[in-house]
């Protein structure tokens, strides 16, 4: 009787490996054309990221100066590097901390927590690094992709859920949350729950988000301190 012949477990390997190496080729040829990464290189800033915060900013106003700024997630320090710059904490004026379970190199005007946003005493230690609450919070967190869109979404509206918690329990009546996510149908029900903390919500495509990437802004507004959880 024949017998079929099982798959030779190298040939798989090199399947995967030359799938690896075409993805990664991709990815090389995206950021080599594109205009934004070269930009972050010549302004200083640690990611091409910083300029999709600096289009939210320019148009709804979110980084006064003098205001106290919360960056979830912070490395590599892009988003921080405007909050910084926007609110003059490195001129003395406002406070920025930034918070990431990964180490960051110091950006001058902030202040670097290694810290797990999710701890007891998370909300407690950067309201004492605030000396207050915040005026915004900020949240350019995504989890490792598994290459599963339907399984990365759901891990993504878990982040931003407890992104908004946090949110919530640091930031002062009328301040503002901006968190990245995926589309996927499920965010309704999320963005549903922010707006009963907050009084506008929108969702927002910046122009410098890749055309073919499925993430969007959620900025929210008027946070409404009494339907906090």
Known sequence: MATRDKPDPRLRQNVAAKGRTASSARWLTRQANDPYVDAAKRQGYRSRAA??????????????????????GAAPGGWTQVA?????ADRGQGKVVAADLLEIAPIP????????????DAVAVVKA???????????DMAPSSTGHREVDHLRILNLVEAALGF?????????AFVAKLLQGGGEQALLKEIGRNFATVRRVKPPSSR??????YVVATGFKAAAAP
Do not use: H, N, Q, W
């Not at 949110?167 to 301040?175: N, Q």
């Open 84 to 88: 910084v710059a926007r609110v003059g």
């Open 211 to 216: 055309s073919e990437s499925s993430e969007f």
């Open 167 to 175: 949110a919530c329990e640091v930031l002062r009546p009328g301040g």
């Open 51 to 72: 300029f999709k915060l600096i289009d939210m900013d320019s148009k709804y106003r979110l980084l006064r100066v003098g205001a106290r700024v919360v960056d979830l």
């Open 129 to 139: 690094a605030l000396a207050g609450p915040a005026d915004v919070v900020l949240s």
């Open 109 to 120: 005007g902030a202040t670097i927590l290694k810290l797990d946003f999710l701890a007891d």
